[in-house]
């Protein structure tokens, strides 16, 4: 093909079907903070009770809708001397840091496909403290995600569904894939920006995507975002204003590599007067930038470039964990493997 | 108003007049790199030869469209003793640092509304090696404006128009003052986003009102955001899918308070084949990387704040260089000054 054919200043219309406008607010909202869960990738799931507690108050102060406590990782699989205790989120674990705490945000787990003993490790509803289980998988996890899913609601959950990585998934595949879990019992079905790969555009049309197989089912939809290429909080909102529901957040967006949308970001922009900005500063303060300091996470150079190839960012949490070598050597490094 | 009127699931479709698809590249864009002028709010002008002309053939390598390289300030209202050579950019030193140079970006340079003495300071065309004049302005100086766009088209230049402080200004004079820069023979009219308190919708809706005036007068639009709310990059690539033509970009962000569109994500998301990220990267490594040791830029949350209350970042700067206090007081003293 010669340059030629790609020279364009043809003219498009795109529709984007708004839901609301932006002075109004949309009572299907939901912001799910995802800082012990996502955060949990940077400090090993070590998050002491009193910070939790503090995060837990903050949260229930700011008018965030869940607090998603950790994963319930397999102990046969992932050593417990290994991990902090909210690789596991057991639910004596919870309910300690839970005890006495005034009504707040409902709670979530997630738990990977494949990475978790659910039909044991997840109690039934009435013996838990649990409101949402959110289920982690590959596409080629499909039918373990479906009995994790059938698990969970029998048991009487509110069930998401994170399909991840959907930057490298074939799209006839992914297609197929959301018009099965819109046929499940599932409630929610994210869509999963695992690389933090996505353009304002392309999220429009994957929620399209999503959204024509959500609605049949009569699904609600969720977004899930890393910052990589800087994108997170606006990808979050071309997603919000499409009709996308369950918004993930972190504080300060504490989570793997590039970090996550920011809670206190997605609060600024919301118009619903029940969410407030204010009491996030307090544990950021106190508890998350303190971390600053020996935790590594946000924007970064290494992640821009895993974004801009669309591919994990494993080798740039190594990098920036233990530089070797500049930017320069590292986008050479990633040039070679590509 | 009951806040029942605030709730909406109203769906309204927004249609986008896009130029060109994700896939395809457009000949109108220009990448003006700003590094050394909004950088220069950050170092106070102080940049030394050597690292301005790294800049330069980074730049040039990197296939960037127009490199700035300072304000034309008048010596007579700001101190050479108390700024660095790039607040004046005398023609004296930009041929310096271009001595020799190969062929590069073009040069750019910026002059405040009353603050140049652009009759004797701007110098005809023809004795000077800077391509692109742009003049800053406050909508309260726009016949000041006027005479200076009148004086360097007069002396030969391209000459662009930044209107700043948009979001403060009245709609009906906003659009009013575009519509008499459209009339007049500026060829580029910029939407400037000077306190980072844009989101998409709003940046569509400013750039369709703009777009419609500037169309009349045949003129090109641009866009100069800042990253308080992590949607320098986002706003800027709206613009670029809705016709806008020039767009303003820093290396590594570098720019007052929370910075600017970063020029290595934007080249990552152009699809001109003459576009490169890696040139940056290794002036990157061995000069703007290094200034994070002595200087504050980026994202922090005093800049989302100012962006949030749609103030000018003043304040925020003032406490990143000299915290006093924790986050929640400077939110507690923005506030009270509300």
């Known amino acids: 093909?010669?340059?030629?054919?790609?020279?364009?200043?043809?003219?498009?219309?795109?529709?984007?079907?708004?839901?609301?406008?932006?002075?109004?607010?949309?009572?299907?909202?939901?912001v799910l903070d995802c800082t012990i869960r996502d955060g949990g990738l940077v400090t090993n799931f070590n998050f002491d009770d009193e910070m939790v507690r503090a995060l837990y108050l903050a949260l229930s102060e700011a008018g965030v809708d869940y607090m998603e406590l950790?994963?319930?990782?397999?102990?046969?699989?992932?050593?417990p001397e290994k991990f902090g205790k909210w690789k596991f989120s057991t639910e004596e674990d919870i309910r300690r840091v839970l005890d006495d705490m005034p009504e707040g945000p409902m709670i979530s787990v997630m738990a990977d496909a494949e990475r978790t003993d659910y039909h044991t490790d997840i109690l039934r509803k009435s013996e838990s403290v649990v409101d949402l289980v959110r289920i982690a998988t590959y596409i080629h996890q499909l039918p373990t995600a479906l009995d994790m899913i059938q698990d969970a609601k029998d048991k009487g959950y509110e069930v998401a569904i994170n399909l991840m990585a959907a930057s490298t998934v074939?799209?006839?595949?992914?297609?197929?894939?959301?018009?099965?879990?819109?046929?499940?019992?599932?409630?929610?079905?994210?869509?999963?920006?695992?690389?933090?790969?996505?353009?304002?555009?392309?999220?429009?049309?994957?929620?399209?995507?999503?959204?024509?197989?959500?609605?049949?089912?009569?699904?609600?939809?969720?977004?899930?975002?890393h910052n990589n290429q800087q994108l997170a909080f606006s990808n979050t909102i071309e997603a919000l204003i499409m009709?996308?529901?369950?918004?993930?957040?972190?504080?300060y967006g504490l989570g793997r590599g590039a970090g996550n949308c920011n809670t206190e970001l997605m609060l600024g922009f919301l118009k619903n007067p029940k969410y407030h900005?204010?009491?996030?500063?307090?544990?950021?303060?106190?508890?998350?930038?303190?971390?600053?300091?020996?935790?590594?996470?946000?924007f970064d150079i290494p992640y821009m470039l895993t974004g801009q190839f669309n591919v994990h960012p494993q080798p740039a949490i190594k990098y920036i964990n233990k530089p070797e070598g500049t930017y320069t050597d590292f986008y050479d490094g990633l040039m070679e493997e590509d």
Chains 1, 2 share one sequence.
């Open 1 to 30: 093909m010669s340059s030629e054919h790609l020279v364009s200043l043809e003219h498009k219309p795109e529709i984007i079907e708004k839901v609301g406008t932006p002075l109004t607010f949309r009572p299907d909202v939901r």
């Open 70 to 79: 950790g994963y319930k990782a397999s102990k046969k699989i992932f050593s």
């Open 170 to 225: 074939n799209e006839r595949e992914l297609e197929e894939a959301v018009g099965i879990f819109a046929d499940s019992d599932v409630d929610v079905i994210y869509l999963v920006d695992s690389f933090g790969s996505f353009y304002s555009e392309i999220t429009r049309s994957y929620v399209n995507k999503y959204m024509s197989q959500a609605r049949k089912g009569g699904k609600k939809l969720g977004i899930h975002a």
């Open 243 to 251: 009709g996308t529901s369950y918004l993930d957040t972190t504080v």
């Open 277 to 298: 900005v204010r009491p996030l500063l307090k544990v950021i303060d106190e508890y998350i930038a303190p971390l600053k300091k020996t935790e590594h996470w946000g």
